[in-house]
């Protein structure tokens, strides 16, 4: 009798102990369900950021600056072109209009 009496003590204090452990192990797995969460968005986020790092890398590499300076120098050219013209057209023009007959 006291056999059976000390098993059951036993197996009272081992279902205790396994029903701790598993509560125990249920909040382990919710945190690590959270830190999961919180590990994928810093990914996201560091996967954002080298993307526009990649993207403003490739905007301000030497290769591309040279070719918006030769366009902007292009575009200057046919600005100061133009602005000639203008001159031109103004200066023959004077801002005054002929007198037309009105037959």
């Known amino acids: 009798m006291i ?5 059951a003590t036993m197996w009272g204090v081992t279902k ?4 701790h452990l598993q509560r125990s192990l249920q909040k382990i797995l919710t945190r690590l369900t959270t830190l999961e969460g919180r590990v994928a968005a810093i990914e996201s ?4 950021k080298t993307s526009q790092l990649k993207t403003i890398s490739s905007i301000l590499s030497p290769a591309n600056l040279a070719a918006q300076s ?7 050219e046919r600005l100061g ?5 203008v001159r031109h057209l103004v200066a023959i023009h004077n801002s005054k209009h002929p007198t037309q007959s009105t037959d």
């Open 45 to 48: 986020k560091e996967a954002v």
């Open 3 to 7: 056999v059976v009496s000390g098993v």
């Open 70 to 76: 030769d366009a902007q120098a292009t575009a200057r």
């Open 16 to 19: 205790a102990q396994i029903s």
């Open 81 to 85: 072109g133009l602005e000639q013209t």
